[in-house]
């Protein structure tokens, strides 16, 4: 097995819903609110779904008697077996499967909608996944995809990647220097086959309460380089932390609320595309 520095957190879906707060839920409800209500018969796919925010957010806003059908799948297998522990626990109409959005294995014009929230910058080839959105849509469908365009604790987090691993290496993969912007998520919608797109703009607020806890599993969700963690990185843990705490203690965007609260400001683009 890659080696892994020895205070890491091995995520599991409850560490990525923890590192999220409910902001990825305040901008998902609201991304829900751009389109139709859901209706009797929809298949809706909930692409990259982590765990479960979307499929989360769809059961809890649905009129009483409403009859769906979510097909919740990423490509983390342990977010994979929370999704489907979490819509077990709720009873609700919910498959989960281990796929990549790259390779989405349902049958063309299966889905009446596509939800794949925050996962464009981050899933790798995304003009290969806007392909397999747009085939796997019927026509008429809908998809909506959202990306974070502006957050905070992306710099903090690249702050504490120069600090410990000096300037000249790689990035790690999951905090590039080049943001993906609206612009990108355009282009790759298009280039997936879609022609009708409108992108809206939202400001959410994460609230963090345990700063140093929260570093510790960003750090291990977002820190790690392309060729993966090294013994300098174990060596060096406590101080990418301590820094990662530090550099978010103010700045752009950075504010306390009256709890006490670190409130990190951040922005969100949301697609939505028709086929
Ligand atoms: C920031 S999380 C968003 C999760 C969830 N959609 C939400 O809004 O809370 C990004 C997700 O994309 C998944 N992911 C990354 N690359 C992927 C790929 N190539 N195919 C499918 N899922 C992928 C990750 O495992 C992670 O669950």
């Not at 990259?48 to 765990?51: F, M, P, R, T, V």
């Given at each position: 097995m890659a080696f892994q520095p020895k205070q890491i957190t091995h995520y599991e879906a409850s560490h990525l819903a923890e590192l999220q707060g409910d902001v990825s839920e305040t901008a998902i409800k609201y991304s829900l609110g751009l389109i139709p209500p859901f209706s009797d018969g929809d298949a809706i796919h909930d692409n990259?779904?982590?765990?479960g925010a979307v499929t989360t957010c769809i059961m809890e806003s649905l009129a009483p008697g409403t009859n769906i059908h979510i097909d919740a799948t990423d490509i983390n297998p342990q977010f994979v077996e929370g999704c489907a522990a979490l819509a077990k626990s709720h009873n609700w109409p919910v498959s989960t499967a281990v796929m990549s959005a790259q390779q989405i294995t349902f049958p063309a014009d299966h889905f009446t909608h596509s939800i794949t929230s925050f996962a464009f910058h981050c899933l790798g080839d995304h003009d290969t996944a806007a392909k397999n959105i747009y085939r796997t849509l019927k026509p008429g469908g809908i998809a909506i995809a959202s990306i974070w365009v502006?957050?905070?604790h992306v710099e903090a987090l690249q702050h504490a990647h120069w600090r410990t691993r000096g300037k000249d290496g790689p990035m790690p993969a999951l905090l590039p220097l080049e943001g993906f912007q609206e612009a990108d998520l355009r282009k790759s919608l298009e280039t997936g086959g879609f022609i009708d797109i409108t992108c809206s703009e939202k400001d959410c607020f994460l609230k963090i309460g345990d700063m140093k806890r929260w570093a510790q599993l960003a750090w291990s969700y977002l820190g790690a380089l392309p060729s993966g963690w090294s013994q300098n990185d174990e060596d060096k843990w406590d101080e990418a932390i301590a820094d990662i705490v530090e550099q978010l203690?103010?700045?752009?965007g950075i504010s306390k609320n009256d709890k006490g609260e670190t409130v990190l400001r951040m922005v969100c683009i949301m697609a939505v595309a028709k086929k």
């Open positions: 990259a779904c982590g765990s502006y957050m905070p203690k103010s700045g752009d």
